[in-house]
């Protein structure tokens, strides 16, 4: 199984994008599945989840009010709406799923992880 990250590109604060991530197989359709980045000289860090069956979502404090995530269960993808954009948003952006079926924000609770997008925020 392999996770997929789409959708990162260079947009002006306050801009928009739109992240997908597209598994290869069915398999995450019982996981819980997540977003996180790490930015220029920072560690990683949890940015939203959404429980299997997207009834549940965490999301960090900084993006709260701003990020959007959700999943289509049919298509096997998950999604990150991101509004508001600010040059601190500026990070690799990586999907993962967990080994559960909940919405987690520990990192060690994720055991499959997809390449990232790049997302650049200009001020």
């Known amino acids: 199984v392999q996770l997929q990250a789409s959708g990162g590109g260079l947009v002006q604060a306050g801009g928009s994008l739109r992240l997908s991530c597209a598994a290869s197989r069915r398999t995450t359709s019982n996981n819980g599945m997540g977003w996180f980045r790490q930015g220029p000289g920072k560690e990683r860090e949890f940015v939203a989840a959404?429980?299997?069956?997207?009834?549940?979502?965490s999301y960090a404090d900084s993006v709260k009010s701003r990020f959007t995530i959700s999943r289509d269960i049919h298509k096997n993808t998950v999604s990150l709406q991101m509004d508001s954009l600010k040059p601190e948003d500026t990070a690799v952006y990586s999907c993962?799923?967990?080994?559960?079926?909940?919405?987690?924000?520990?990192?060690?609770?994720?055991?499959?992880w997809g390449q990232g997008t790049l997302v650049t925020v200009s001020s």
């Open positions: 959404i429980s299997w069956n997207g009834g549940s979502t």
């Open positions: 993962a799923a967990a080994r559960g079926s909940w919405a987690s924000y520990r990192s060690h609770d994720y055991v499959l």
